[in-house]
């Protein structure tokens, strides 16, 4: 249980922590923008001073860029605090840079200047993810001020890549792995299943990010003149997009499906019993009924633990106003297939090549650009420092912990399994209707307080447990 003078601390400290996340909101910390000055520099330099505050020896590190972009990778920060060297060591992970706000019409706000109505702090980062970070500050900083010091030693990783893949923070990691090395871990950037539903998310699924280009002739072509001796480069396109799933919604590259491990049965059961009313899902979603993936698998199933490819995008020919008679040079598709537990990307993706170049018509040269990657991941339901979350998150929210899944990506949770030995704790305090990467982005304060709450009361239930335990339980 919390000391109350913790419980105290936060109640009594709310508004003047309101105002401090106001202040990072204000950041426009988009990672795929590059300026002068830098707002990611920026927000990352105020976020170093904020936790120096605190206590913690904060630094900024800029990881080196990988690739042949001319881009400027954006800082991280580490962040430590050491109490004593029997006590165990906490990493807490979370990213600072936010997606673009457009469109910016559909705002009833300006997304960077944060605005608390009803309940909910509208703002761009809200809840994705510098307010469920922000509650791990608000934690850090209540037991210090209130509960005699910190029960932990404290490490931060605070990512400003995140929204665009993350493409240089496995090289960071690899990199300081000393000073990342942990008993355990925690990354608040998820969500409750439903409101009043705290939740701990198990698995994650992986990603393979491809474009495909289809060429044709050297320049766009009459369409009269040439039609019937010229290949579509188009028509060609969207044929391939329509032959990689069949009438029952299976994906149909050969070997897609080999290594798919299914849920087992009990977690399949203890799913089903979740309050999830697929008719109010998709009215959520602005359709009628829901009609994706594979035929024979729930709702949630075929979001949680089934593997996907969905065109995300086509880029072909005339579309401007009017009419424009030609044969297109050249068509292109970005796909994304999520990957699940046991599921390759190299292997996913080689076997995607191959399907390309089989439907490949003659008259068309094929390209395929792999865009990004992550694996898929699976964590332990059962070790100790998920008891202490799901323990933290039911003192904090008065209710039960459910176990969930999750169909998105995160890629650090991947690589702190793989690089640090450890499996980390999805603990995040956002509900399903904030919006993250929508219009109008919000965070239930009700959720800041509460997930401070439960920030706290995870970090003296690992305190208690101590190295030992937790070592037994990677």
Partial sequence: ML??????????????????????LRFPSIANVQASPDPCVQCAQ????????????????????????????????LASAHVRDDAPTLLIYGHYDVQPP??????????????????????????????????????????????????????LLIEGEEEIASPTLEKFMAGHIEQLKADAAVISDSEFFAPGIPSLTTSLRGLAYVEVTFRG?????????????????????????GALHDAQGRITIDGFYDDVLPPEEAQRRTWAKLPFDEGRYAASLGVETLGGGEKGYSALERRWARPTLDCNGIVAGYTGRGSKTIIPSQALVKISMRLVVNQDPGKVIEGFKRFVAGHTPPGIRSEVKVSGGARPVMLRIDS??????????????????AFIRCGASVPVTEYIQRLLGLDAVLMGWGLPDDGPHSPNEHFALEQLWRGSLAAAAFLGNV????????????
């Fill in 384 to 401: 100790p420092s998920m008891t202490a979350a799901a323990e933290a998150l039911q003192e904090a929210f008065g209710a039960q912990t």
């Fill in 3 to 24: 000391p109350p003078a913790i419980v105290h601390y936060l109640q009594n400290r709310r508004q003047q922590h309101l105002s401090s996340l106001m202040e990072l």
């Fill in 46 to 77: 105020w976020l170093v001073e904020y936790l120096s505050k605190l206590g913690l020896h904060a630094e900024l590190l800029t990881p080196a860029s990988v690739g042949q972009a001319p881009r400027q990778a954006k800082p991280n920060i």
């Fill in 102 to 155: 457009d469109p910016l019409e559909l705002w009833k706000s300006d997304p960077f200047s944060p605005q608390v109505r009803d309940g909910f702090l509208y703002a761009r980062g809200a809840s994705d993810d510098k307010g469920q970070l922000f509650a791990h500050l608000m934690a850090l900083e209540a037991w210090q001020q209130a509960g005699g010091g910190l029960p932990v030693n404290v490490k």
């Fill in 217 to 241: 002739p050297d320049t766009d072509v009459h369409s009269g003149l040439h039609g019937g001796a010229v290949t579509n480069p188009v028509n060609a396109l969207a044929a391939l997009v």
């Fill in 463 to 474: 305190g208690r447990l101590g190295r030992a335990v937790l070592k037994i339980g990677t």
